[in-house]
């Protein structure tokens, strides 16, 4: 299994408000999907704690959502599916927006 890739767009930016800070990475799912979701922290952006984050998927075959019990971005087929456990996402690179301290 190879794991999951976080590649910084920008640093850390505060984008008006003192104690919000801004992230944006591109990143690439492993190539078996873990139940639950991609495991993602705060430390992965640049942040101490993650409060929202936005994903997207450049082609549009995938829907991705923030899951904050589990700390995981979930990724959703088209049709309203989530990936399967184990199935390689990989090719899916996910630009994500991370707003946090």
Not at 58 to 70: E, K, L, M, Y
Not at 75 to 86: K, Q, R, S
């Amino acid at each position: 299994m190879a794991a999951a890739i976080f590649t910084p767009v920008t640093n850390p930016t505060n984008k008006g408000r003192d104690d919000y800070m801004n992230s944006i990475v591109d990143f690439t799912p492993s190539t078996s999907y873990p139940a639950l979701g991609e495991p993602i922290t705060a430390a992965q952006f640049g942040l101490n704690r993650l409060l929202a984050v936005y994903a997207t998927v450049a082609d549009g075959s995938r829907i991705v959502t923030f899951d904050p019990t589990n700390q995981s971005l979930r990724i959703w087929t088209a049709i309203g599916t989530e990936a399967g456990t184990g199935s390689d996402q990989s090719a899916k690179v996910l630009r994500v927006l991370a707003v946090g301290m």
